[in-house]
């Protein structure tokens, strides 16, 4: 198995993916003052790309990925997106940021599937 050793030789197990840089929280310490606007979504990661960079790290010893943002659930799919990082053999856990106000909508909307 690779490892992944930063200069300080610490072993890097651990990778956060953010998703989206959106989010529907105005944080002071987050947001700059001289914050302008959102990037636009055609210069955010593809899922294709996020998944690319997943198994990458995951083949270089990564064995636990976090999805951030912003708020990650303001990603449209982002369940699909999980779905496909979840499948990497070798990825002991797979979380998820949130600041809890699109947890509503969104067991609104499992409900109905279920
Ligand atoms: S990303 Fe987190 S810290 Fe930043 S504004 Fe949203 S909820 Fe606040």
New binding site residues.
């Given amino acids: 198995m690779a490892e992944l050793i930063d200069g300080c030789r610490r072993r890097i197990d651990y990778l956060r993916l953010s998703v989206t840089d959106r989010?529907?929280?105005?944080?002071t310490?987050?947001?700059p003052p001289e914050f302008d606007d959102y990037e636009p979504p055609a210069d955010w990661l593809s899922f294709d790309e996020l998944d690319r960079v997943a198994r990458i790290f995951v083949a270089l010893g990564v064995s636990r990925i976090r999805l951030t943002?912003?708020?990650p659930l303001l990603r449209g799919r982002i369940a699909e997106l999980a779905q496909r990082l979840k499948s990497h053999a070798g990825l002991r856990d797979l979380a998820l940021?949130t600041?809890g106000t699109q947890l509503a909508r969104w067991a609104r909307n499992c409900a109905k599937r279920a």
């Fill in positions: 989010c529907d929280l105005r944080c310490y987050c947001m943002g912003g708020e940021s600041n």
